[in-house]
């Protein structure tokens, strides 16, 4: 079936520094490729998402670029904030019997420092 | 911007007791999932639900669960008999329309604590 893999964290980085979140997936077919983020006791909030090959999706500074190639959607950013910490999920849109619903990663916690 | 509101935002529970989580998605969607996420691990999804019945259940979906809208704005999730393993923040989402470029929108969450 459907599934995504992301890098494992935690990350930790320095404020400014530039952030990388490695995320692959498997698909039959060309699903939506998403990133959400989970800010620390919130729920999930929709950061980015490409529907098709080389869309870039695009929020807050944050890039993912929708690899055919390289089945990938790598998540960047040029310079992290401390406000950026918090759990990233790369997830896609799995078409199954009863419709669409979404398949996550596992999931990578950044934690910025001042 | 409109929200999927979701309550309680912690419920603990004795084990073997029910449990039902609530949650008012936004007013015009029509398509409704829960999803949960144990401690430490990742979202997994558990059902959708449109036009008043299942469209979709995972494994997880056994027959101690149950969803339904009541009435025209809450979606609930009923846990008939809990085990220590439903322990976990449940998340309800929604969407308006159908289609695998549509993200769904998602509440808060739900911890859920069997004791």
């Known amino acids: 079936g459907n599934s995504v893999t992301q890098m494992e964290g935690p990350v930790t980085l320095s404020e400014e520094a530039f952030l990388t979140i490695n995320c692959t997936y498997t698909?039959?077919?060309?699903?939506?490729l998403f990133w959400y983020v989970q800010y620390p006791g919130e729920g999930l909030q929709l950061l980015l998402k490409?529907?098709?090959?080389?869309d870039k999706g695009s929020n807050k500074g944050f890039e993912a670029t929708y690899r055919k190639e390289t089945t990938s959607f790598h998540l960047e950013k040029g310079s992290v904030q401390v406000s950026d910490s918090a759990v990233y999920f790369c997830?896609?849109?799995?078409?199954?019997?009863?419709?669409?619903?979404?398949?996550f990663g596992a999931g990578t916690r950044l934690f910025v420092k001042a | 911007e409109p929200e999927v509101t979701q309550t309680p935002s912690h419920q603990v529970t004795q084990m073997g007791q029910e449990v039902i989580l609530r949650c008012v998605p936004i007013?015009?969607?029509?398509?409704f999932y829960w999803y949960r996420q144990i401690l430490g691990q990742k979202v997994e999804f558990l059902v959708s639900?449109?036009?008043?019945?299942?469209?979709?259940k995972s494994e997880i979906f056994d027959d101690q669960f149950s969803v339904e809208r009541p009435d025209g704005s809450n979606f609930t999730l009923k846990i008939r008999s809990t085990k220590l393993e439903d322990s976990a923040m449940y998340f309800c989402?929604?969407?308006?329309?159908?289609?695998?470029?549509?993200?769904?929108?998602f509440g808060d969450g739900t911890r859920l604590s069997i004791l």
């Open positions: 490409a529907t098709k090959a080389d």
């Open positions: 007013s015009n969607h029509l398509y």
């Open positions: 997830a896609l849109s799995d078409l199954g019997t009863g419709g669409f619903k979404t398949i």
């Open positions: 698909a039959t077919g060309y699903p939506s």
């Open positions: 639900f449109y036009n008043n019945e299942i469209s979709e």
């Open positions: 989402a929604s969407t308006y329309r159908e289609g695998g470029n549509q993200p769904q929108h």
